[in-house]
């Protein structure tokens, strides 16, 4: 095997904990908080969750722990989109447990929550964890996308675990994975199970957040790769000043990624989507407002610029929403006709028939390949999947439409020449940076603290996130706590709320101050590539989005 040598580096590297789990583990007692409730929805939960509703909240402090030593066993799961410092997490957990008792075992369980259900798994052993410290990806264990919500996967789940004789899971996902590991959770206890299920946060997209859980682990170094890559976009532009980029960027649903890469980089523009949906801007009106910065750059002499496109975008335009949804309910309701049509044309010809008025008029206007992009095959919950949309060309060529009227009315005599990106895969098994080993260490190590205190239902949380690691505060927050009931597939549902960006907070709030100003000049910064080594402040910096959501 050849490593490279900042590979090398990294395994080498020791992951800061929070003070608290630095101490000797058999030192470290839980400190049980009030009661909890959550926010909204609290008789549905309390009905739906019996045994793990209203748990206390969890921190951890000095004390001597007589019963951590006890040998336990561990299965640990990844679960859908990669996010750097993954493989740190189960470090964490895994010298944790070994710390606890060199005889307890930590599994994985491969290829993401199948992996349980297939019951296919790996026994950790010290060579083979080395080899992922520190080391971005998931590629440990192998991560999926399926979900285990059927009772009857439940019950599977529990032989296997029965028949390992594991303990406790460790799920590290997103805010559907963690979900879903709640009810598990409460599954396992309301069938006499000893069981437990824990949750790690985990998603470079930033959605899995609130006043407990302060970041999913991988956004941080997910934005400092993409906002590398973006200042370097924009010296080109500033150099050659003959280009307008358009760059689309991950992020599912939420524009935290856009948000975040647009504070570190200053681009020309950036488009959030939570702010489309407010204002009910029309696709006509971003192109508008869009085609007008052209315009004013132009007449300054300024033919380039750098625009950040989320890339969720497309759902939250009012008319694509009405109309993406149409789309969803007519192709699931008629799956097995819509296989029988071979062409485009055919497809397209039945879709326009059967969609309403207003959503057959907003998918005629549109570019061929984005509606064949539209109809491409959903997701596991039949959406539609917003990474293969190409919204970035789609406002590419409405602005070039547009100006080529403005041309030849005379109102503009510039010139628009673009390019088009798509960041995401780019950002999602990137190194972790120091801020995300170290988090992610943590969020592993504490999850064994919580196992180990008798918890279920809970997700693994460090807090402070802002000030040094050594300050940082370890605990646990129960998951009932973080949920209320929406609306999914016609069913009200118990969920984990998605964190949308708010307009009313201060990330926000500072993009939208400066956001004129940063295309009427041009005020591109330039973040550079994520540092390892080096001063505090270059290396240990958590991203703007956190220092200005804790100023
Ligand atoms: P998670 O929510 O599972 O972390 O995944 C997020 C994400 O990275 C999105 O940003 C992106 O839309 C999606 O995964 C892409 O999924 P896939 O890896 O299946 O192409």
């Known amino acids: 095997m050849h490593y490279s040598?900042?590979?090398?580096?990294?395994?080498?590297?020791?992951?800061?904990?929070?003070?608290?789990?630095?101490?000797?583990?058999?030192?470290?007692v839980p400190v049980f908080g009030e009661a909890t409730e959550p926010a909204a929805d609290r008789e549905d939960l309390h009905r739906l969750f019996p045994g793990t509703y209203g748990m206390p909240m969890v921190s951890f402090a000095e004390g001597r722990n007589t019963t951590i030593s006890k040998k336990i066993n561990i299965g640990v799961v990844l679960s859908g989109g990669q996010a750097p410092g993954g493989h740190n997490v189960i470090a964490g957990l895994y010298d944790a447990v070994k710390r606890a008792n060199p005889d307890s075992e930590v599994y994985g369980f491969l290829g993401g929550p199948s992996g349980i259900l297939e019951n296919r798994t790996l026994r950790f052993t010290d060579e083979y964890i080395d080899e992922y410290r520190n080391t971005g990806g998931f590629d440990i264990i192998g991560s999926g996308r399926t979900k285990l919500e059927s009772e009857q996967q439940y019950a599977v789940c529990e032989q296997v675990c029965k028949a390992l004789n594991i303990d406790a899971i460790l799920i590290i996902g997103g805010d559907d994975s963690n979900t879903n590991?709640?009810?598990?959770?409460?599954?396992?206890k309301s069938h006499d199970s000893k069981i437990a299920v824990i949750g790690a946060p985990k998603t470079i997209d930033g959605d899995l957040k609130n006043s407990s859980i302060e970041v999913s682990f991988g956004f941080d170094t997910a934005t400092k790769t993409y906002s590398e890559l973006i200042g370097n976009i924009e010296r080109d532009a500033n150099s050659a000043k003959k280009y307008w980029h358009?760059?689309?960027?991950?992020?599912?649903?939420?524009?935290?990624?856009?948000?975040?890469?647009a504070l570190q980089t200053q681009p020309t523009a950036a488009l959030i989507s939570e702010e489309v949906?407010?204002?009910?801007?029309?696709?006509?009106?971003?192109?508008?407002?869009?085609v007008e910065k052209v315009v004013y750059r132009s007449s300054k002499g300024m033919d380039f610029g750098v625009v950040l496109v989320p890339e969720g975008l497309i759902e939250f335009i009012p008319e694509m929403k009405i109309l993406i949804a149409e789309l969803n309910d007519l192709m699931a309701a008629n799956a097995d006709?819509?296989?029988?049509?071979?062409?485009f044309e055919e497809q397209s010809e039945w879709i326009n028939r059967s969609l309403s008025k207003d959503s057959s008029y907003a998918f005629s206007s549109l570019p061929n390949n984005i509606q064949r992009q539209l109809l491409m095959d959903r997701d596991p919950h039949g959406n539609v999947q917003v990474s293969r949309i190409e919204t970035e060309k789609l406002l590419i060529e409405m602005v070039e439409d547009s100006l080529k009227k403005l041309r030849s009315e005379g109102t503009y005599t510039g010139s628009f020449s673009s390019q088009s990106h798509f960041f995401g895969y780019e950002g999602r098994c990137a190194f972790?940076?120091?801020?995300?080993?170290?988090y992610c260490y943590s969020l592993g190590y504490n999850a064994f603290l919580l196992i180990a205190s008798g918890l279920t239902g809970y997700i693994s949380s460090i807090s402070n996130l802002s000030a040094p690691a050594d300050q940082w505060q370890a605990g646990g927050i129960p998951v009932?706590?973080?949920?209320?009931?929406?609306?999914?597939?016609?069913?009200?549902?118990?969920?984990?709320?998605?964190?949308?960006?708010?307009?009313d907070e201060k990330p926000f709030r500072t993009?939208?101050?400066?956001?004129?100003?940063?295309?009427k000049e041009t005020c591109f910064t330039f973040p550079g590539a994520i540092q390892y080594y080096g001063p505090d402040e270059v290396c240990n910096r958590p991203t703007t989005t956190l220092i200005l959501e804790q100023a």
């Open 5 to 28: 040598p900042l590979q090398k580096a990294r395994y080498a590297y020791q992951p800061k904990l929070p003070r608290t789990l630095t101490l000797p583990i058999d030192t470290i």
């Open 277 to 290: 949906e407010i204002n009910k801007t029309t696709l006509k009106e971003i192109v508008a407002d869009l």
């Open 511 to 519: 993009f939208a101050e400066h956001r004129d100003q940063w295309y």
């Open 480 to 503: 009932t706590m973080m949920m209320n009931m929406e609306q999914r597939h016609g069913e009200k549902k118990p969920v984990i709320k998605k964190a949308l960006v708010e307009l």
């Open 181 to 188: 590991a709640a009810v598990l959770a409460e599954y396992f």
């Open 246 to 261: 358009f760059i689309k960027l991950m992020g599912r649903s939420a524009s935290h990624i856009a948000l975040e890469c």
């Open 432 to 438: 972790p940076s120091n801020f995300d080993s170290d």
């Open 337 to 343: 006709y819509f296989q029988t049509m071979t062409s």
